[in-house]
């Protein structure tokens, strides 16, 4: 080999390291953009509780503005139904596990005139027929849960909240079905929009409940609920049937009031939660 050949190897080989550009990825096999051929950890992201919305009257698909008929053979139309969730609880061996996303929201200060800024768990869901698959908030912890517990409306805290001022895209700002009833009421945990007959021409009711018909009122079922590791979304099912939401309503009869008490009365049947 020349002297000259033996050079430009050299050169080469001595110039290898220089071109070699480390590959950013995120190297947590527990996160799901997990990259086993990067070399430089970045950018992470983990796995999500996700809630899956399954809405039906009895064995039919739940449709806004349709006609369904009650055991006592009344049609009657469901126009929409709209209700809010938050407070996501998980318990596993006597442990209560939570989604890890927060965010710092204005609030109405509790006496007075003063706004405030507080920090409240990110899991408020504002459930509508769409989207059906709703993301919760980042959660982490894998295995077998033995319990799930969610609050049908909101806290006490979170009914404070400034929905002018929330971010943009929040279940709690002001939207076209927003659930806000003003300063004095604040939010409208559940809402029911229906026509007590099959007549286009008649003019809907809107059933609506809040703190003071609900109480604190939770969704909980038992079961193995199971989280897999390796960087996949918690997956969970709500069944709602409102078939059960309005049965024993007669619809013509009665006004508001009953028929709200009755469907307050049937919640405890109407909601599930399975994997």
Not at 228 to 236: A, K
């Amino acid at each position: 080999m020349s002297r000259i050949s033996f050079a430009v190897i050299l050169v080469a080989v001595l110039l290898l390291p220089a071109c070699f550009e480390p590959k950013e990825g995120c190297l947590d096999i527990e996160a799901t953009n997990f990259d086993a051929a990067a070399d430089r950890n970045c950018c992470c992201q983990y796995p999500r509780l996700r809630l899956e919305t399954v809405q039906r009257f009895d064995t039919l698909q739940y449709l806004p503005d349709s006609l369904y008929q009650n055991d006592a053979g009344q049609i009657f139309r469901i126009k929409s139904v709209v209700f809010y969730l938050s407070e996501f609880e998980l318990f596993q061996d006597n442990g209560l596990f939570a989604v890890s996303d927060t965010v710092q929201l204005f609030t109405y200060a509790p006496t007075g005139g003063d706004t405030l800024k507080e920090t409240f768990i990110k899991d408020f869901l504002l459930v509508r027929r769409t989207p059906v698959d709703n993301p919760v908030g980042e959660f982490q912890p894998t295995g077998v849960f033995e319990r799930v517990k969610v609050r049908l409306g909101l806290s006490p805290d979170a009914q404070r909240v400034v929905p002018q001022l929330a971010p943009t895209g929040s279940p709690l700002r002001i939207q076209g079905d927003s659930l806000w009833y003003g300063p004095s009421a604040g939010y409208v945990f559940l809402q029911a929009v229906v026509a007590r007959d099959s007549m286009l021409a008649t003019k809907p009711d809107t059933l609506a409940f809040t703190q003071a018909d609900l109480g604190n009122f939770f969704i909980e079922n038992t079961g193995n609920f199971v989280h897999e590791s390796g960087g996949f979304d918690f997956r969970l099912k709500l069944g709602v049937d409102y078939k059960k939401m309005f049965a024993g309503i007669n619809w013509t009869s009665g006004d508001i009031p009953s028929w709200k008490s009755q469907i307050v009365a049937n919640l405890p049947n109407v909601f599930s939660v399975s994997q």
